[in-house]
């Protein structure tokens, strides 16, 4: 025999070596590469919401990387120091109340040996198989119904984020036509919490459409015209609208706790205005270009009068009166309703 064909008998003994051997299998095996991967499984769980911090199922994460690649079981035998390694370290009190956890949830089986190792032992006859470990039998059989929880709790977070996203929406409608109000003020607080559908609604029930002022009319007393220039003003909705002197009195009683005397006509409203447009570092006269003296002064009173929840007046005001649909008029008559509930407001 040639040593050409002696090389290829060795090449072809090789292969029969390396091959698979013939006939089946005695069991089935699973391969961890079929679906659902570990990573699916861990994507699952932690859509789903059961209840368990990020330490218990990082935990997890160890013992689904404890099985081997081709299985025909789903039990974990590596030791807790081996489990405590690949966690980074974790002590073993701490192990042990995490598989405790997971127990406790339903995703993992203990089948302890009367000496506390992991290990499995065959029968003589082959057939039979004692498994000592951490079965995660559990986890595998209840993944289909993990997947829909887990499809539910995805819907209800794009149903909270809808729902934050109106209640936002909402509450700055509100405090874009009465700054004072105090629900949405109440609602954006909440937005920084965690809120559930049920508390979204309810925040939701508690911000109504703005409606649109109704018109006022003329009545007894001192009126407080807001007339404007059309050449230099905008118009604002309310300029049809008479309130008097006593309304803005009762509107605004932090405003008039800084008067030195009564304000009984809108001259002395003005002025007094002026005083409190000091008092704040605010500019009057680029009020009262942009508003006219009666709005500069409505507006002045207001700003007073919500003083207390305004961090910074000046910078507010600059930025109220700079906008295009603010109308004093309307927010004095929102600060008399809320300020004198059992009075008669301004008539409609």
């Not at 995703?107 to 029968?123: E, F, I, Q, V």
């Not at 470990?133 to 539910?152: I, K, M, V």
Request: charged letters at 25%.
């Amino acid at each position: 025999m040639g040593p050409a064909l002696s090389g290829c008998r060795e090449i072809h003994m090789a292969f029969r070596q390396i091959s698979a051997p013939a006939g089946p299998r005695p069991e089935r095996s699973l391969s961890a590469d079929n679906p659902p991967p570990r990573h699916a499984v861990m994507d699952i769980l932690r859509r789903a919401s059961l209840g368990l911090n990020a330490g218990v199922l990082a935990t997890l994460d160890s013992l689904l990387g404890c099985l081997p690649p081709r299985r025909n079981h789903h039990t974990v035998f590596a030791s807790n120091a081996t489990l405590a390694f690949r966690r980074n370290g974790i002590t073993d009190r701490t192990l042990r109340r995490h598989i405790a956890a997971l127990a406790e949830a339903g995703l993992l089986a203990r089948h302890d040996s009367p000496n506390g190792k992991r290990y499995t032992r065959r029968g003589p006859d082959g057939g039979t198989v004692l498994r000592f470990g951490l079965d995660l039998t559990p986890l595998f059989a209840r993944l289909p119904d993990l997947q829909a929880q887990a499809q539910n709790a995805d819907l209800e977070a794009e149903r909270i984020a809808y729902l934050r996203a109106k209640l936002r929406a909402a509450a700055a409608e509100r405090l874009r036509h009465d700054p004072a109000d105090d629900h949405a003020a109440d609602a954006l607080r909440a937005l920084r919490r965690k809120l559930s559908v049920s508390q979204c609604e309810a925040l939701l029930a508690a911000l109504p459409p703005v409606r649109a002022e109704a018109p006022v009319s003329a009545h007894d007393g001192q009126n407080v015209r807001h007339q404007q220039n059309p050449t230099t003003e905008r118009k604002t909705p309310g300029r049809a609208g008479d309130l008097t002197v006593r309304d803005l009195v009762e509107a605004c009683p932090e405003a008039i706790a800084y008067a030195s005397e009564p304000i009984a006509t809108v001259t002395q409203a003005i002025t007094h205005a002026r005083t409190l447009a000091r008092l704040q570092g605010i500019d009057a006269q680029e009020a009262e270009k942009t508003l006219g003296p009666v709005g500069a002064a409505l507006a002045l009173w207001a700003i007073t009068q919500l003083g207390n929840t305004i961090r910074n007046a000046r910078a507010y005001f600059r930025a109220m009166i700079r906008r295009p649909d603010f109308d004093p008029i309307r927010l004095v008559r929102q600060l008399h309703r809320r300020n004198c509930p059992r009075t008669t407001p301004v008539r409609p």
